[in-house]
Nanobody
Framework: QVQLVESGGGLVQAGGSLRLSCAAS????????GEWYRQAPGKQRELVAG???????NYADSVKDRFTISRDNAKNTVYLQMNSLKPEDTADYYC?????????WGRGTQVTVSS
């Protein structure tokens, strides 16, 4: 059974930092691309950052130079380091892994940034 478990969310003041983790089980993680999405209240889910199985990364323009996605294949985990957080970063953050036709989602972790 595939499981993705996100952690690291919480309440932080503007300008602060959080690191999200997504621990995967039930898959050969190193073959999967990892992605972080977020969904703010009343808005559509959007891609925040992605990392390929080979380590290439991409970011939404709104988080470039503030967020960093990384992975540790030995720990089956993908991370999202979020710095210089803004109130508009407030959302539920979801992890997704995908490889070919397979994709799996976590249940999300809430991030709230106060002004």
């Amino acid at each position: 059974q595939v499981q993705l478990v996100e952690s690291g969310g919480g309440l932080v003041q503007a300008g602060g930092s959080l690191r999200l983790s997504c621990a995967a089980s039930g898959i050969i993680f190193r073959f999967f691309n990892g992605e972080w999405y977020r969904q703010a209240p009343g808005k559509q889910r959007e891609l925040v950052a992605g990392i390929t199985s080979g380590g290439r990364t991409n970011y939404a323009d709104s988080v470039k130079d503030r967020f960093t996605i990384s992975r540790d294949n030995a720990k089956n985990t993908v991370y999202l380091q979020m710095n210089s957080l803004k109130p508009e970063d407030t959302a539920d953050y979801y992890c997704k892994v995908r490889q070919a036709q397979w994709e799996y989602w976590g249940r999300g972790t809430q991030v709230t940034v106060s002004s």
